[in-house]
């Protein structure tokens, strides 16, 4: 079995402020260690569950925060900037059976969220056919048409109750409670490591017994994006394909599911430049 590991920090257990997210920050440091120790929680559940391959995506912020290292070496890990970001060296032809998610977080918009966002801070919502989703789910999508499903996600409790609406076949790791977009009260890492083990070495064993399903969305596949400013809408929109809609709306819709998200990320890109 191929597993494919893709790792986000804003979800990780002891991350419970977006400063430590930041690589200039004093704790930054610590929290790539957090990142670390719950990273190898899974790879150690997916070697348990006879795992043969596991690649590790490193996809938070630039994507270059794990330290190799200190990386189970079972495992490879994929860094640096990559145009498919979260996604990126999973496919539709690299055999992967299923897909982990380590330190995920609620989507942008979301009351309580701990650092709830979409891909950046430009995003106050973003929809995928019709329904509010985050990272998980456009992700989810993706890895779907590609024929991944995703067995596993961890990070807060208003993570998992998204998750459980849009991936019901997932194991949904809470390893903190959410008290606001600033603030959760986190288990301790060792107990966050053993809950992430577990369900890694289930997520892998259901993948195998074929007990998961893909996240289907479409035809046509619909990705609505709402910014926080008109003029991040303009520039989101000027990618081919794309809709303007409303005061700060964006449209991205295609039959074929690879062209709506590449729609998406572009977009976001655009729209996280422009200047505050």
């Given at each position: 079995m191929r597993v494919y590991v893709s790792v986000d920090m804003e979800g990780i257990a002891g991350v419970n402020h977006p400063g430590p997210t930041s690589s200039g920050h004093a704790r930054y440091p610590a929290a790539v260690d957090l990142m670390i120790a719950e990273t190898n929680a899974a790879i150690e559940g997916a070697l348990?569950?006879?795992?043969?391959?596991?690649?590790?995506?490193?996809?938070?912020?630039?994507?270059?925060?794990?330290?190799?290292?200190?990386?189970?070496?079972?495992?490879?890990?994929?860094?640096?900037?990559?145009?498919?970001?979260?996604?990126?060296?999973?496919?539709?032809?690299?055999?992967?059976?299923?897909?982990?998610?380590?330190?995920?977080?609620?989507?942008?918009?979301?009351?309580?969220?701990?650092?709830?966002?979409?891909?950046?801070?430009?995003?106050?919502?973003?929809?995928?056919?019709?329904?509010?989703?985050?990272?998980?789910?456009?992700?989810?999508?993706?890895?779907?048409?590609?024929?991944?499903?995703?067995?596993?996600?961890?990070?807060?409790?208003?993570?998992?109750?998204e998750v459980a609406t849009w991936l019901p076949w997932a194991e949904r790791v809470v390893v903190k409670t959410a008290a606001g977009g600033n603030a959760s009260a986190s288990v301790h890492p060792q107990v966050a490591g053993e809950r992430i083990r577990a369900a890694s070495e289930r997520a892998v064993r259901a993948a195998g017994a074929g007990r998961l399903e893909l996240l289907e969305v479409g035809p046509p596949v619909v990705i609505e994006v709402d910014y926080s400013r008109g003029a991040e809408a303009d520039h989101a929109a000027i990618v081919p394909g794309a809709e303007r809609f409303g005061d700060r709306g964006v449209r991205f819709a295609s039959d074929d599911p690879q062209i709506a998200y590449r729609g998406f990320l572009a977009g976001n890109r655009l729209a996280s430049a422009v200047d505050r």
């Open positions: 348990a569950a006879d795992a043969d391959d596991i690649l590790v995506n490193d996809s938070h912020g630039s994507m270059f925060n794990l330290l190799p290292d200190r990386i189970n070496p079972a495992a490879r890990v994929l860094q640096g900037q990559k145009a498919w970001s979260m996604v990126a060296g999973a496919g539709p032809d690299r055999g992967f059976g299923v897909a982990l998610f380590v330190g995920y977080h609620a989507r942008a918009g979301h009351a309580r969220g701990t650092i709830a966002h979409t891909y950046s801070l430009a995003p106050v919502e973003t929809r995928l056919d019709g329904r509010p989703t985050g990272e998980y789910g456009l992700n989810a999508m993706i890895l779907g048409a590609w024929g991944i499903p995703v067995g596993m996600v961890t990070g807060d409790d208003a993570l998992a109750e």
